[in-house]
């Protein structure tokens, strides 16, 4: 991702999201929602076109709460699909309810979304991706890897010398507490 750390500082829109966010560890369950649900929706178009869309997003989606999303039913879906604030895909906007759904049986099987990452932590790419497709929907390698990367579960967010990852150095991201325990899925870094 080291063309990000060139291009995204300093950009109106990737900037923003690039040095206070992207690699950030997140533990609250909106958080999270909101940034599984970027993620899929970015699948096949720029990230830059998800950004901009961003707060759309979140008007449509009820700010992320996962259980108002679980909630919907087909008028919510057709409402999604007629609102061009934001990407209108049948598979995305079903996939969004699904893993609501999927998150709030988390919270009594492990106590939440964020538990049920950590209680698989650490993992390798291949790991996270099979253990994501057999749990949500719409969670492919690329989905699941930049996911699992923005919220600094697995490594390469940041080139080591940027600025935001110099930043992020103290904020505890699990994907180098693991290797600072001597992980070894990593590999080098």
């Not at 970015?42 to 996962?66: M, N, P």
């Not at 919907?72 to 049948?90: F, H, K, Q, S």
Request: proline share 5%; with cysteine.
């Amino acid at each position: 991702m080291s063309g990000y750390c060139d291009i995204a500082p300093g950009h109106e829109w990737h900037g923003p999201y690039h040095d206070h966010e992207y690699g950030l560890p997140l533990t609250d369950e909106r958080e999270l929602f909101e940034r599984l649900i970027l993620e899929i929706n970015q699948a096949g178009l720029s990230w830059l076109t998800i950004l901009k869309k961003r707060e759309s997003f979140r008007l449509a989606y009820d700010g992320f709460d996962v259980d108002k999303v679980a909630a919907y039913g087909e008028a919510d879906v057709t409402r999604l699909l007629a609102d061009p604030g934001i990407i209108r895909n049948r598979l995305k906007v079903q996939a969004a309810i699904h893993n609501a759904q999927v998150i709030q049986r988390m919270r009594v099987s492990h106590g939440g979304f964020h538990a049920w990452i950590a209680a698989h932590h650490p993992a390798t790419k291949a790991e996270w991706v099979k253990l994501f497709s057999k749990t949500f929907r719409f969670t492919g390698g690329e989905i699941v890897g930049e996911f699992l990367m923005s919220i600094g579960y697995l490594p390469g967010a940041h080139r080591a010398d940027c600025p935001a990852q110099i930043r992020l150095s103290t904020q505890n991201q699990p994907w180098r507490q693991a290797i600072d325990s001597g992980y070894p899925g990593y590999g080098a870094l």
